[in-house]
């Protein structure tokens, strides 16, 4: 469930910055990559219940936590794009920087 998750995550960035460079018309690429970070954040919240009782739970605690923030934050953004682009952004990066901590000491 987690290899979904990151897959899913990482198709949603992938979607969203090609649909950018490519100039596709914005709600299209948009709505894309909603859908698919819905997914993912939904596949992750799935890997952290089947974690329950696990050593690695707490780590999976922190990736779900992220990822809820990142959906949330994005959510936001459609409400009010220049407030919560940067939270949406630093969000995405805290993301890669657990993933890379996460690897390295657990």
Known sequence: MERLS???FMLSLIVY?????LKI??????KAHIIVGTISVLAMVGALIQRIGQ???I??????????????????IRKNRFKYRLTHIIMVLLFFVYLFLSIKFY
């Open 17 to 21: 910055y090609i649909g950018k460079v």
């Open 59 to 76: 780590k999976y605690i922190g990736f779900a936590l992220i990822m809820i923030l990142i959906g949330t934050t994005g959510h936001f």
């Open 6 to 8: 990151s897959l899913l």
């Open 25 to 30: 018309k914005k709600s299209n690429y948009i």
């Open 55 to 57: 050593p690695d739970f």
